[in-house]
């Protein structure tokens, strides 16, 4: 059953309320934009709400030091803004951050026609708000609803093995064919995942962990390519070949339960 709130709904409004909490607490001019990069920010990792952070706080950065530098020159010119725009496509795109050519767009029109303070002032203020928004999104994803979970983890790799298994010990049953496309689905979500998780982890028994698990997964990828050998063989026409891959599939489980 889906839950009624997803942890991703608890981890934006926590954001958000932290996010507008701090920014009040250190008296910034504009909160909201604090808000609006922790709201932004906020994906289902840690790494993911990094990056989502990184492309705004750079494309910030660049937006507010063009945007300062123009309106110095003459705030308000439309040509300038468009000057500035292209000067911002051509610097991202190098860099390789399309991501943050929006962004920064935003905030070198906001400092060349909107707002109302020095342009030095509303640009370091808006680079401000939005490391500390990306920052919040950040740290409640990794401290307070990481996505990792290395339980959950093992149950879908023990899951996956008891699959396995019963493929294994039916080898030659055609019901048990069925289940192979469910290990192949369940191996694609769980190499999926634990990529995900490689990214979150930040302790040394939890990279241990991880690894331990990459091995399994290897493991079953090996019987695997024996199990979909054998299915592209006539073993009427072929007997000792389909034997041999059999064979195989049967070592590589036994030696991997001897290991355990």
Excluded at 127 to 132: G, M, N
Excluded at 136 to 159: A, C, G, K, M
């Amino acid at each position: 059953m889906n839950r009624f709130i997803g942890l991703r709904s608890i981890k934006t409004g926590l954001s958000v309320f932290l996010a507008i909490t701090f920014a009040r607490i250190l008296n910034f001019e504009y909160p909201f934009f604090v808000a609006m990069t922790a709201l932004i920010s906020m994906d289902k990792t840690g790494f993911q709400s990094l990056k989502m952070a990184r492309n705004r706080i750079i494309g910030t950065f660049f937006g507010a030091c063009i945007g300062v530098l123009l309106a110095y020159i003459d705030q308000g010119n439309a040509l300038l803004c468009g000057i500035g725009m292209i000067l911002l496509c051509v610097l991202c795109s190098k860099l390789n951050l399309s991501g943050a050519i929006g962004i920064s767009g935003i905030v070198l029109c906001a400092i060349m026609v909107h707002t109302d303070k020095t342009p030095l002032f509303y640009g370091w203020h808006r680079f401000i708000a939005t490391v500390l928004g990306g920052g919040i999104s950040f740290l409640v994803n990794i401290f307070f609803f990481p996505y990792y979970s290395i339980r959950n983890l093992q149950i879908q790799l023990d899951q996956t093995w008891i699959l396995m298994q019963n493929i294994i010990d039916g080898i030659d049953n055609v019901q048990e064919q069925l289940e192979l496309e469910k290990v192949h689905h369940l191996l694609d979500q769980l190499t999926e995942t634990l990529l995900l998780y490689k990214n979150e982890i930040f302790y040394k028994k939890g990279q241990v962990l991880i690894d331990e698990i990459s091995k399994e997964i290897e493991t079953i990828h090996r019987i695997l390519i024996e199990i979909d050998a054998m299915n592209t063989i006539d073993k009427t026409v072929y007997p000792d070949i389909y034997s041999y891959h059999q064979r195989q599939a049967k070592e590589i489980a036994a030696e991997y339960i001897v290991s355990c």
